[in-house]
């Protein structure tokens, strides 16, 4: 089974989207419900989903630009924010710092383990400070601070177990 994540930027916000394969099977999980359908890629290019519920969607899909995706279905061409988390956060952190404030979230490049949280709700720091060390694939990560600010969230907890994208921290203004 293949597992991707993918950060939609929409005007309702942003939104984790989790897209699980097994062959022709496929799972999606976005806001907190999950669908089944069945993929099938036609000899025209074209891509057919057969949700779990009988509906069937049938367009083309193609990459528009970094951190976005075309659609095209029924006649009519929509584009959609999308994006790898990793390249959604660069994207984002890139946005932020040209801005010269908002929230930035600090999160899970990979899945891993907690070993330790320097920091919580409240403190100062710098860019580059220690905010906690993820053991992942038997090495441990420091986690820092991408820019200076106050952590407005601390999700991380010691001895937990993450997934890659899951929400470390939230640094804000300071």
Not at 81 to 105: I, K, N, T
Not at 129 to 149: D, F, S, T
Request: hydrophobic share 45%; glycine share 14%.
């Amino acid at each position: 089974m293949r597992r991707y994540r993918f950060v939609h930027r929409g005007a309702g916000g942003v939104e984790e989207i989790v897209v699980e394969r097994d062959g022709a099977l496929c799972a999606v999980t976005r806001a907190g419900g999950t669908i089944g359908a069945q993929l099938r890629e036609l000899p025209d290019g074209r891509v057919s989903l057969v949700l779990d519920d009988g509906r069937q969607l049938c367009g083309r899909v193609r990459a528009a630009g970094e951190g976005a995706v075309e659609v095209s279905a029924g006649g009519t061409r929509q584009r959609i924010a999308l994006a790898d988390p990793l390249h959604d956060r660069l994207a984002h952190s890139a946005a932020v710092e040209a801005e010269g404030g908002g929230e930035e979230e600090v999160r899970a490049l990979m899945p891993g383990r907690v070993l330790e949280v320097a920091v919580s709700p409240g403190d100062a720091v710098e860019a580059g400070a220690l905010l906690l060390v993820l053991e992942a694939m038997k090495m441990q990560n420091e986690i820092r601070a991408p820019r200076a600010g106050r952590l407005t969230r601390v999700e991380a907890r010691p001895g937990t177990a993450v997934e890659g994208g899951a929400l470390l921290a939230t640094i804000g203004a300071a």
